[in-house]
């Protein structure tokens, strides 16, 4: 082999072995996948769509209420749920009449179909900590039946940014 072919496949090598080690910085550090496994977050997300979660969204700001993030279970850390935050740090949540109150004031949902179905709370939400519940409130297991009832920022893993369906279908 001649020296200029040499030179092409070593440049070769590098580009493969650079994006190799790049998608795996990205994937580990940057963005991760969640397949959806249950019906908590319907009609938003819904049971077998997957969702690229971004990790870095609150490295230089606080989480808003609205936002759906990935973090373990406070109950068992060895299962990650995804969820929408619904209670920020210092308000005082609770669940009455079909309808969610934040510090006594009814919370507008447009994603939420059905109501309330049981009352809740209240409960104060302590500093650094966050409310979780799903969108489908008649069948999420959240935050309202938790024994552990708030997740810490520092255990928000990511903000879900991106859905896609399953497209399994294509490969019948």
């Known amino acids: 082999m001649n020296k200029k072919m040499m030179k092409e ?3 070769w090598i590098l580009v493969f072995v650079t994006a190799i080690a790049l998608a795996f910085f990205i994937n580990r550090f940057v963005i991760f996948r969640v397949k959806i496994p249950t019906g908590s977050m319907e009609n938003t997300i819904m049971v077998g769509d997957k969702v690229i979660t ?4 609150y490295l ?4 808003d209420r609205g936002d759906i993030v990935v973090f373990p279970f406070p109950d068992d850390v060895s299962v990650d749920y995804i969820k ?3 209670g920020l740090p210092g308000e005082t949540i609770e669940g009455k009449d079909g309808l969610v109150y934040i510090d006594g004031e009814p919370l507008e949902e447009d994603y939420v179909l059905d109501p309330l179905d049981s009352d809740f709370g209240p409960y104060v939400i302590p500093e650094d900590s966050y409310f979780m519940m799903g ?9 309202r039946y938790w024994e552990n009832k708030f ?15 399953d497209m399994k279908w294509l490969t019948n």
């Not at 971004?54 to 969204?57: D, G, I, K, R």
């Open 9 to 11: 496949i070593i440049s």
């Open 54 to 57: 971004y990790h870095l969204a």
């Open 60 to 63: 230089f700001s606080d989480p």
């Open 84 to 86: 929408r935050i619904i």
């Open 135 to 143: 969108d489908n409130r008649t069948d999420s297991a959240d935050a």
């Open 151 to 165: 997740v810490h920022k520092k255990d928000i893993k990511g903000q879900a940014i991106l859905k896609y369906p």
